[in-house]
């Protein structure tokens, strides 16, 4: 009887084939690129934490789904996000920051859901944000969309669209139907329009006891349409009164203008007053970004403007803005549409195939090939030509230099193009491809 042990991995944790794999890391480092390409920092925080550092603000479905464990004497916790770290970090090292403080992280972030399709429990967010000492031009609200329209660029996608709203508009509107005590749980049911439809949204703020009249109101706002100038000139002839709400439109409105400043398309960005983010977290300016052509994806990528980053660890205010991409659900549902394509088998662009037993000249070709920055494999177990050539083909290496004896005494290599199946000759100090 076998006493092995099944090889399995987890539910709701990603592993891939290297194909799969070397395009992950594509698109992983497209996306680190652009951030850098905005002035934005690197940094890295632990994946544990202090449970009680971690979890200073943490609670409800939060709390339950965090991955929490004693070692020796200590109560740890895996981060669930990358902005409870940042906050942390920013509260520890507020006196060496330089602020506006922009920074980046692409990490994995882990969450004790229920594994489905699609839905991960160990999986990689890329977040940027910008912090503020004390306070933080809403300018900087403007300068993300630009980074999301590059990032998506980047990745090949032309129809897609960045939708804005502001959260004082919402709240502000609130604020003058009476509403104000119900604002979280409104929000929470409007952010579910796209997903349940209008009659279930209305059904659920009857539920929670909001006037037909106030949700008449509601509706009518998230309802207004037109272009986005039109837009916002609908929103100052509402005339509600309240502070808050003609805030959210100037704040909405210098973003507007400044998003076209950074020269985003027209086409790729649009005022979008039902999108609310459903954490109370939002402050003022929030996105939410869309492929257009697949909407079923859900946004691909998300945030906002906070008032307070560290208000758990620190009494200054340490206002901010930023913006998350789940990457790994998005690679999978990409993946899945065949949107993007693993075609990519290796990471060699040349393989050395030495037919010889001194293998000292096969070697001193492939260091002088990666010095040159070329991705070089040597095959260094003994097998015949037959054999070497069908490990190029299966890989899908571009091109094969053959060495042996006859090659090393003429100073010559022989270098095979595996896509034309073309074979030329060239001086060993001088290979061309």
Known sequence: MSNKTEPRTLAGFMELMPNEQILFEQIKEKIEKIYQRFGFLPLDTPILELSEVLLAKAGGETEKQIYRFEKGDTDISMRFDLTVPLAKYV????????????????????????????????????????IGDGELSVVNDAELPSVIYNVFKELGF???????????IL?????????????????RIIDKIEKIGKEAVIEELEKINVSRHSIDKIINFI?????????LQKLEDLNIESEIFKLGIEELTQVIKNVRCFGIPEENFKVDLTIARGLDYYTGTVYETFLNQYRELGSVCSGGRYESLAEFYTDKKLPGVGISIGL?????????????????????????????DDLSVPIKIANDLRNKGINTEIFL?????????????KLEIPYVIVIGEDEINKGIVKVKDMIT?????????????
């Open 91 to 130: 509260a520890k090292n507020y006196g060496n920051l330089s602020f506006p403080f922009r920074r980046y992280q692409i990490g994995k972030v882990y969450r004790g859901e229920r594994a489905q399709k699609g839905r991960f429990r160990e999986f990689y967010q890329c977040d940027i944000d910008i």
């Open 158 to 168: 032309d129809d897609f669209t960045i939708c804005i709203n502001n959260r004082k």
């Open 171 to 187: 709240n502000g509107l609130f604020e003058s139907l009476n509403q104000k005590e119900n604002s979280t749980e409104i929000l």
């Open 223 to 231: 309802e207004i349409d037109g272009t986005t100038d039109e837009k």
């Open 328 to 356: 790994t659900r998005l690679f999978y549902k990409l993946n899945e549409l065949n949107l993007v394509r693993a075609d990519k088998k290796s990471i060699a662009e040349v393989l050395i195939v030495p037919m010889v």
């Open 381 to 393: 177990n003994d097998k015949k030509l037959k054999a070497k050539m069908k490990y190029a083909d």
């Open 421 to 433: 199946g073309n074979e030329k000759e060239c001086l060993i100090d001088d290979i061309k491809f």
